[in-house]
Structure formats: structure tokens, C-alpha cells
């Protein structure tokens, strides 16, 4: 091929020869070409079992969460998504006028049923106007996604949105399994019983029995009611202050992968100063002296929300229409901050294109073209010859002959000219979208939500003096910028590796310095937990019908977590069917009812089961088609098992033993994260105090560890989809490399903050972190064999959804 020009012809070449392909596609592994049925022939003479066990069900149902969770949200960034959505999104944008109509199968089922279940029936959400969801919020992501932003594979980093998604999807898939397979049921749980909170097992059992109790029990209206006439939830009873422990372990360690270990976090850690030092605290604390409600909402809205420009005025009068109004202070803020950063990236760009020895300015105008060109036909045509070729990005754009003109370092001088053009434009065009956009459906929607929350707001303006958790905001914002920032300290890493460089010429300056650990997270949230309590205080006991309003969506909401035995698919019993309403909060109420409906309560035989604490049975029975042999964990798939267990058996005897041998390492891989998870939490326990942290500086004193590594499954969940990301080749010619090759590159020009700027190495730290975590195993057979059919059989549950 020799250029850009030459994309289409070689598209339609192709095209002839190759499946239509889209890159990047999500966790699925490219390199993977094989036919399921003729895998692993060396099992050939094995004969496929006809069953699961519960241990495989689980490991199963594991697999599927996880690809389908990423697939789905990888499907925001194209336009038409949110049209096959579902409600409360509709299937053609409009206007305020006309009947909206809503899609039957949603694209995202997954996505569908958390929202509806547990998103929209919120107290002050459930009451937004339509509009607000199929005007405002779906206008504005399908203005983003029309915006074309940028790609992984194209600027070869992992970026601050690619980092985002993938954390969000590790732990909605989490939620995803609990809302399909629910919660094992048990006898009632003894919330008093004796947990030592230096271990981190206790802790873990803890944790399951306080959930246990929210989904079975009454602790939802307990805990609402202990709010109202105590300041602290933790002294309820020895479950709940262990479970707090085991929360705080779990939240600490997402915000150190997040912000020490991730590339991306002395980035996201300069957003939040920025943010943080731009906003008024001041003056919102003396809006909120006005005693009068309506005077004060009128005042902080004003504030924060109105327009003093010429087009505002003129658009007001009616001598012009959808005339530029300028932004008021929350676009001002926002456009700023992403503004500031194109700047940065622009420099960038503009340095490439002044260097002496740099590419020729007709590759690099070749490449501004492409980038200035809006069609995402053109762009996926030209990662598809990207990846068949193979050759790089830049290869693809500017043509194999001009790029193999190109020497080693003027090639990458033209990826990172074109990553830094890519991030340029990515905050021009969400900054048009967010504060540049005729209608201002950002402005739009959040005045639809203070209209939404306005009786909540007048109720608690009246009785809470909400300056005093404004400053607390403020306050807490602070400790946590100054937590995220380097310490001063002569101790060493645990595991004996220090976070400086390992060279001899900076071992001093090991000494002096080091990254935030996660203790010292864990000492942020354990010395700013009472602010968070004081403010359900005062609401709980001041402000009884809105606890009451959270309490019932509480109790509600959490049935959605109820396990049963199997589903059933729904049949045609939906055909015909009338819809009677459209309102977000009826949607919600038939979800939950339609669960409550498919969810069969566990025989005695399975509550006496699930009373085991071990997680380890090797009994040899079949309980409703599932064997319960050998080593397995609790639950299997949950009220899923029997569907699980169906479609293993509806495959081909040689595709079973395919699905089996991965099943089972990936079973193993499990249980080894989850020991290994636990493990890691008894670390940093050994280097804790037990007791509340109330001051920084006995947080400081108190530590004897630095540990870089923590529990939490879903933070080696995360990281695989990570790892897993496709981005361009570093070379003119050379295949796709994975997200692991470049999860510590950035794009060049991205500034951080500027007291982590060199601070550590997150290299060396994530090595650290991730020395003794196992390494998932290629499910590709799975998804081949069952992602189909798993995906029918929850759009097939969204079915029972009453939606118009």
C-alpha cells in the first residue's frame, strides 16, 4: 500500500479474503485463530465430561462476566449504542417533543440491568424528567462518541479514559454477578460474634456476614436507625467495625494502584489539584449562610451556572437564536483544565515539528490530515492494515515506502507527534461537547438534577448546616492530595525494594523520598471516616423523611442480590405485552420483581451447604444437576448454575474438553488470586495499629511498613484488561504489542503534578506489586464456544423487563 489514499483499495482486497475486523477488540486475543472443536488435540482420547462442578461453574460464569462486562462498555464509544440501549435511552434522538420509544434487546444487558435495578430507583435520580435521560445525558454521549476520540492503539499508551473504563468494568463486573447469580444464602449470622481484626480472615468473614445480613437480614433498617442516634455506624456491633476495616483495606488499595502505581495517577492527581484549588469553597460556604432555601439555590445556581455573555443576552431578547452564550463557571473550570492540558500537547507537537533532524513536514502534515478527519470508517481502516499487515500506525497512515524512509528515531518521533496531536484534540473536542454545544445540554442537565434534588436539598438546608461538610470536603480533598504526594523517610520498601532508582548514583536519594504506600491510604480513610459518619448523622437524625426515602430504595434495591437456584429464559410470554409505564422508578420496581419472579429460594440442603465456612468440599453428590465433587467454591454460578450447567452440556463433545481444561486453570488461577489477596491483606494488618487513626502524625509514627501491594481480586482483573489492550507497533514494521509493553509509557507532553513529577518509579512499583500474581489463561475457548450464548441468555432476562 502506499499511503492513506490507498486505505480503500486495500480495504476491499482484504475484505475478500479476511472476516471483518475492528481493532482494538477488547480483551479478545487477536493472535488467537484456532477452531474450538480442533484445540488441544492431545486430549483427544479424554472423554468430555457431561458436568460441572461447582468450582468450574463458578470459574465459568467468572470468564463470561468479565468479557462480556469490557465488550460492553468498549461499545460506548460508537454512536448507535445508546439507540439499542434500552430504556430510559431511546432509539432516536429527539428533541423535548414526541413520544419516545425505547429497544426491546438492549445492546449492553449487563449495563442495562445495573442501571435499572440499582442506578435509577435512587431517591432524587427516580424523579428526573425523561428528557433528561434521552435529551441531555444520551445527547451528550453521543456527541462524544461522535467526536471520534482517540484510541489505545493509536497513541500507543494507555490512556486516562482507557485506565478509567477498564477499572470501572473490573468492578461492575463484580456487581454483575451478584445481581445474576445473587448472594449464597445461610442460617441468620451472629453480627456480635468475636473477629479479630488483626487477621485478615476474620475480617474477610466479617465482611461476608455483614453482607449476608444486608441481603437476608435486617441490618439495612438497623444500620439506618443506629445513623440517626449514634455518630459512628462502626459501633453497631463487632461485624460491622471489621467490615469497616476490610472496606477501608480494599478502598486504599484502589486508590494506590490508581494514583502511585498507575501511569496515568500523577496525572489524574494534578486534575484534582487543579480542580480542587479552582473551586470557590469560600463563597459557596456564604451562599450557604442564606436562610431563606429558594434564595439559596437561586444564588448557588447563579453561581455556578449562569452565562454574562453577549450571546446569552442577545439569544434572551430574541435577537438571535442558539448563539454562542459563552460558559459559566462550572464550564469555565472544566474547559480550563482540559485546555490547559492541549496546550501542553500542542507544544509538544509543535517541538517535533522545529526539530532539525525530525520527520519530513509531508509525513507529519500526512498525519495531521488523518487526524483532522472526523470518519471513523477511514480510522478502523486504518488500524485493520495496521494489524494485517503487520506494520505500525504511522506505516498505515503515511504508506509502507515513505515510512520505511523513516529512520529508527524519526519513526518515533512521528508516533509521538501523532499521540500528542491525538490528546490535543481529544480535550479540544470535550471541551466543545461539555462547554461549547448549542443547546447546552451540560448546563441543561445539571439544572435538571438540581430541580430533581431541590426538596432534599430544602429539607437538609434547613436542618444540617452543610458549611461545616463543605469544609470537610475541603478538607479531606487536601489531606488526600498531601497523602498522594512523596514522603520524607530513611525506610526502606517491603520485600526489601525501594521505589527511587536502582542505580548506585541515586541510593542516597532512596532514602530521602519515597511513593505513598498503602498504609498511608489506609491512614487517609481511617482519619476522615467520622466525616463521612457526622454527615449521616446529621441527616439520619435531622432529616427523617429522607432516610426513610434512602432506607426503602435500600431494602428495595438490595433484592436484585437475593440467590436462587436457576433462571429460566422467558418465553413468548413478553410478546404483546403492554407497557403501563415509563417512569424510571416503575421500570426499576418490575426488574426487581422479574428477578424476585426467576430467583427460587435455596432448598435446606443448600443452606446447610452454604453454612461450611470452607471454601474446600470434597464430597461427591449432584445437587440439581450440578456435581459438587472435588474441590470447589461456594455458590458455583448462583441462580445461573442450571443455565450454566445447560449450555456446557448442548455443546460438542470436543468442544467440552476444551471448555473444561480452561475452566479448571482458570479455576485454579482464582483461587490462587484469592489466597494471595488475603495473604497480601495480612500484610499490611502486620504493619497497622488496630485502633482508629486519628492524627497524620501518629498515622506516621505508627506505620512499620511500606507495602505496594494489596487485596482485592478485582484490581488483578483490572490490570488484565490493561494488559490485554492492543497498541500500535514500535516499529515501521513489526506485529501489535499489548498493554502490559507500554502500561508505564505516556503521551508525550502530559504534564503531572508536579510534586510526584520523578518522585518514583512505577515501573519498579507495579514489578513490586505484581511479582506473585498468577497469570490468567487464554479463555478465548470459552468465549468462542459460550459468549453467544451467554449474552442471549442475559438479554433474555432484560426481556422480563417492563419496557416500553
Given at each position: 500500500m502506499g499511503s492513506i489514499a490507498a486505505v480503500e483499495e486495500t480495504e476491499a482486497n482484504a475484505s475478500t479474503a479476511q472476516p471483518q475486523l475492528k481493532v482494538p477488540q477488547g480483551p479478545k486475543r487477536m493472535s488467537s485463530n484456532f477452531d474450538v472443536n480442533d484445540n488441544l488435540r492431545w486430549q483427544s482420547g479424554t472423554v468430555a465430561p457431561e458436568t460441572l462442578t461447582s468450582a468450574q461453574l463458578h470459574a465459568l460464569f467468572d470468564i463470561l462476566t468479565h468479557y462480556e462486562t469490557y465488550a460492553e462498555v468498549e461499545l460506548f464509544k460508537y454512536p448507535d449504542t445508546l439507540a439499542g440501549y434500552g430504556y430510559p435511552f431511546t432509539t432516536h434522538h429527539h428533541g423535548d417533543e414526541g413520544t419516545p420509544s425505547y429497544a426491546t434487546e438492549s445492546t449492553a444487558p449487563l449495563l442495562a440491568a445495573l442501571l435499572r435495578s440499582i442506578v435509577l430507583p435512587i431517591p432524587g435520580i427516580r424523579d428526573l424528567p425523561p428528557q433528561f435521560w434521552h435529551v441531555r445525558f444520551q445527547g451528550i454521549l453521543t456527541k462524544l462518541a461522535e467526536a471520534e476520540l482517540s484510541e489505545s492503539y493509536d497513541k500507543a499508551v494507555l490512556g486516562t479514559r482507557k485506565t478509567l473504563a477498564t477499572a470501572a468494568s473490573a468492578i461492575h463486573e463484580s456487581v454483575s454477578r451478584g445481581i445474576l447469580g445473587g448472594i449464597p444464602r445461610g442460617p441468620k449470622r451472629n453480627l456480635n460474634h468475636i473477629y479479630d481484626r488483626s487477621?485478615?480472615?476474620?475480617?474477610?468473614?466479617?465482611?461476608?456476614?455483614?453482607?449476608h445480613e444486608l441481603v437476608y437480614g435486617e441490618l439495612i433498617e438497623e444500620l439506618f436507625e443506629w445513623a440517626s442516634t449514634h455518630q459512628s455506624l462502626e459501633n453497631h456491633s463487632r461485624a460491622v467495625?471489621?467490615?469497616?476495616?476490610?472496606?477501608?483495606?480494599?478502598?486504599?488499595?484502589?486508590?494506590?494502584?490508581?494514583?502511585?502505581?498507575?501511569?496515568?495517577?500523577?496525572?489524574l492527581l494534578k486534575l484534582i489539584e487543579n480542580l480542587h484549588k479552582m473551586m470557590p469553597y469560600s463563597t459557596i460556604r456564604q451562599v450557604l449562610r442564606i436562610g431563606n432555601v429558594a434564595t439559596m439555590i437561586n444564588g448557588m445556581t447563579k453561581l455556578l451556572l449562569a452565562k454574562m455573555g453577549i450571546g446569552s443576552f442577545s439569544n434572551w431578547v430574541g435577537l438571535t437564536r442558539n448563539t454562542d452564550e459563552g460558559m459559566n463557571l462550572l464550564q469555565w473550570i472544566i474547559s480550563n483544565i482540559l485546555l490547559a492540558d492541549a496546550s501542553d500537547f500542542w507544544k509538544t507537537a509543535y517541538d517535533i515539528e522545529k526539530a532539525k533532524d525530525g520527520p519530513p513536514k509531508v509525513h507529519l502534515s500526512t498525519i495531521k490530515q488523518y487526524i483532522l478527519n472526523r470518519s471513523e470508517e477511514t480510522h478502523e481502516k486504518a488500524r485493520k492494515i495496521s494489524v494485517q499487515t503487520p506494520t505500525s500506525i504511522i506505516a498505515a497512515i503515511i504508506g509502507e515506502a515513505a515510512a520505511s524512509s523513516l529512520s529508527k528515531a524519526q519513526h518515533a518521533q512521528c508516533l509521538e507527534y501523532f499521540s500528542a496531536t491525538l490528546a490535543e484534540r481529544d480535550r479540544q473536542e470535550i471541551t466543545k461537547v461539555l462547554c461549547r454545544q448549542n443547546p447546552d445540554l451540560f448546563t441543561q442537565a445539571i439544572r435538571d438534577l438540581v430541580a430533581s434534588f431541590e426538596p432534599m436539598i430544602r429539607t437538609i438546608h434547613e436542618r444540617v448546616d452543610l458549611r461545616e461538610h463543605v469544609s470537610s470536603l475541603e478538607g479531606f480533598l487536601t489531606d488526600f492530595?498531601?497523602?498522594?504526594?512523596?514522603?520524607?523517610?530513611a525506610t526502606k520498601?517491603?520485600?526489601?525494594?525501594?521505589?527511587?532508582?536502582?542505580?548506585d548514583s541515586q541510593e542516597d536519594e532512596a532514602f530521602k523520598t519515597r511513593a505513598p504506600s498503602i498504609e498511608d491510604y489506609v491512614g487517609l480513610l481511617r482519619r476522615n471516616r467520622q466525616l463521612a459518619y457526622n454527615l449521616m448523622h446529621d441527616v439520619a437524625s435531622k432529616c427523617p423523611e429522607i432516610r426513610n426515602q434512602f432506607r426503602d430504595y435500600a431494602k428495595d434495591a438490595i433484592k436484585v442480590f437475593a440467590s436462587g437456584?436457576?433462571?429460566?429464559?422467558?418465553?413468548?410470554?413478553?410478546?404483546?405485552?403492554?407497557?403501563?409505564?415509563?417512569?424510571?422508578?416503575?421500570?426499576?420496581?418490575?426488574?426487581?420483581?422479574?428477578?424476585?419472579?426467576?430467583?427460587?429460594?435455596?432448598?435446606?440442603?443448600?443452606?446447610?451447604?452454604?453454612?461450611?465456612?470452607?471454601?474446600?468440599?470434597?464430597?461427591?453428590?449432584?445437587?440439581?444437576?450440578?456435581?459438587?465433587?472435588?474441590?470447589?467454591?461456594?455458590?458455583?454460578?448462583?441462580?445461573?448454575?442450571?443455565?450454566?450447567?445447560?449450555?456446557?452440556?448442548?455443546?460438542?463433545?470436543?468442544?467440552?474438553?476444551?471448555?473444561?481444561?480452561?475452566?479448571d486453570a482458570?479455576?485454579?488461577?482464582?483461587?490462587?488470586?484469592?489466597?494471595?489477596?488475603?495473604?497480601?491483606?495480612?500484610?499490611?494488618?502486620?504493619?497497622?495499629?488496630?485502633?482508629?487513626?486519628?492524627?497524620?502524625?501518629?498515622?506516621?509514627?505508627?506505620?512499620?511498613?511500606?507495602?505496594?501491594?494489596?487485596?482485592?481480586?478485582?484490581?488483578?482483573?483490572?490490570?488484565?484488561?490493561?494488559?490485554?489492550?492492543?497498541?500500535?507497533?514500535?516499529m515501521a514494521g513489526g506485529l501489535p504489542r499489548r498493554g502490559k509493553d507500554v502500561k508505564h509509557a505516556m503521551v508525550q507532553g502530559k504534564t503531572v503534578s508536579a510534586v510526584a513529577k520523578d518522585a518514583w518509579d512505577p515501573a519498579a512499583l507495579t514489578e513490586l506489586a505484581e511479582r506473585d500474581v498468577p497469570v490468567p489463561p487464554d479463555a478465548d475457548v470459552v468465549i468462542r464456544a459460550l459468549g453467544d450464548a451467554f449474552r442471549e441468555l442475559v438479554v433474555n432476562l432484560g426481556k422480563m423487563m417492563d419496557i416500553a
Open positions: 487477621k485478615a480472615s476474620d475480617l474477610q468473614r466479617a465482611w461476608e456476614d455483614v453482607v467495625e471489621a467490615a469497616m476495616d476490610y472496606i477501608i483495606m480494599h478502598v486504599a488499595t484502589f486508590l494506590h494502584h490508581a494514583f502511585v502505581l498507575s501511569s496515568e495517577g500523577p496525572y492530595i498531601n497523602t498522594s504526594k512523596p514522603k520524607k523517610t520498601l517491603s520485600n526489601n525494594t525501594t521505589d527511587a532508582a536502582s542505580d437456584q436457576k433462571l429460566v429464559p422467558p418465553a413468548a410470554q413478553e410478546n404483546g405485552r403492554q407497557r403501563k409505564s415509563t417512569s424510571s422508578e416503575s421500570q426499576s420496581e418490575s426488574f426487581v420483581s422479574a428477578i424476585k419472579e426467576l430467583q427460587i429460594q435455596q432448598t435446606n440442603d443448600s443452606l446447610a451447604d452454604n453454612t461450611n465456612t470452607d471454601t474446600q468440599d470434597t464430597k461427591n453428590d449432584v445437587v440439581d444437576g450440578v456435581v459438587t465433587s472435588g474441590p470447589r467454591r461456594k455458590g458455583a454460578a448462583g441462580a445461573l448454575s442450571s443455565n450454566f450447567q445447560s449450555l456446557f452440556t448442548a455443546l460438542p463433545s470436543g468442544t467440552r474438553a476444551n471448555v473444561v481444561s480452561v475452566v482458570h479455576a485454579a488461577y482464582l483461587s490462587a488470586l484469592e489466597d494471595l489477596s488475603l495473604q497480601k491483606m495480612q500484610n499490611i494488618l502486620d504493619d497497622l495499629p488496630v485502633s482508629s487513626v486519628t492524627t497524620q502524625t501518629q498515622a506516621q509514627e505508627e506505620l512499620k511498613g511500606r507495602n505496594m501491594c494489596g487485596p482485592g481480586m478485582f484490581l488483578s482483573r483490572w490490570q488484565q484488561l490493561l494488559d490485554e489492550t492492543v497498541v500500535t507497533p514500535e
